[in-house]
């Protein structure tokens, strides 16, 4: 009687089971119903350089703070992500922002008129960056009030002008790194345009020989030959030969101008060739135990052809790996000292 009773429980028993295994199967996970009921949990930004920042969408590009801040940032004693941190980067972030400038032309006379942009960014975001534009007044001045950013951005520039330094510059106002001063105008330089010359332009890469043996250019019209003649020549002796890769080997560079010669100049404007002060060569040597070292050497210089005609070059010499020479020539046919472009 007892076994006849205890069966029918077993299969009642089993029958509840299959009932439960099948509703747990098809019940939502705690993960899920979070993810569906309820808003997610912020994440705690782990980045020292973006710290701080209300969250964006991961499509969105967040410009990263200067390395100031970023130097700043961690150097807080505050967790990273506490409010006294994001009030911390943020504050930086909101300096406040006066600039005053002045535009002056190579005559030191004030130029009036002069397209002023400004750009900066008041917060660490896309949406955070700003932009002003101004001109110059009567006088040259012009300046920027009331805004806020670490740093700050300003573009000078005007039609019939060249822009010295291409007409950019960047300040900082953290740490005190610059202080406006109104009595004090930051100058910006810009040098009229005059009447410029048809040039020949030369432009061109040249396989030099490591013994010494003479690479001869024309610069009018870029042709190149091996021996002594043209009107400019180089000759390179180079001891790289059989030396592991990063290892320092003697170099000797000479550069001729023929019948001619050549003067260095750093000029931002190279417009005006000199009327004297040319030498023959220009040597360029580099032991190996030289301590600033270098495969590599740029030339700036003026030079005079053996028939009086006068012109501007960047000369680049790369001993090592291919071992070649650049130039960047531009010459003054008519024989003018005038090397101003059209």
């Not at 006379?109 to 002003?132: Q, Y």
Request: proline residues 8%.
């Amino acid at each position: 009687m007892r076994k006849q009773i205890w069966i029918p429980c077993v299969v009642v028993l089993a029958i509840c089971l299959l009932l439960i295994l099948k509703v747990t199967q098809h019940k939502p996970s705690e993960a899920l119903t979070n993810q569906v009921g309820q808003s997610p949990q912020p994440k705690i930004v782990e980045n020292t350089q973006t710290a701080g920042v209300p969250s964006q969408p991961e499509t969105t590009s967040i410009p990263k703070p200067p390395p100031a801040l970023v130097a700043e940032a961690k150097s807080l004693s505050t967790p990273e992500g506490s409010n006294a941190f994001q009030q911390r980067v943020l504050a930086n972030w909101q300096r406040p922002i006066d600039f005053y400038g002045i535009v002056m032309d190579e005559n030191t006379n004030p130029v009036a008129g002069a397209n002023v942009t400004f750009k900066w960014a008041e917060t660490p975001s896309e949406d955070g960056n700003r932009t002003a534009n101004t001109k110059s007044d009567a006088e040259g001045l012009f300046s920027l009030h009331g805004e806020h950013g670490p740093s700050l951005e300003i573009w000078v520039s005007k039609e019939g002008y060249y822009a010295s330094h291409k007409g950019r510059m960047g300040v900082s106002y953290l740490h005190g790194d610059f202080s406006p001063d109104p009595q004090n105008p930051v100058i910006f330089y810009l040098r009229k345009k005059g009447v410029g010359e048809n040039l020949i332009e030369v432009k061109q890469n040249y396989r030099v020989a490591r013994d010494g043996t003479p690479l001869g250019i024309d610069l009018t019209t870029g042709k190149s030959t091996t021996g002594g003649s043209g009107d400019l020549v180089v000759e390179c002796w180079t001891d790289d030969q059989g030396k592991p890769s990063g290892a320092k080997y003697a170099w000797h560079c000479v550069v001729t101008i023929p019948g001619g010669g050549l003067v260095l100049s750093d000029e931002e404007f190279p417009f005006l060739a000199p009327e004297s002060g040319y030498a023959l060569t220009n040597q360029i040597s580099m032991p190996a135990d030289r301590p600033d070292w270098t495969s590599d050497v740029d030339l700036k210089f003026f030079y005079r052809l053996a028939d009086g005609r006068y012109g501007r070059m960047t000369f680049s010499m790369i001993a090592g790996g291919q071992h070649f020479c650049m130039i960047d020539s531009v010459l003054n046919p008519s024989g003018s000292r005038n090397l101003e472009p059209p």
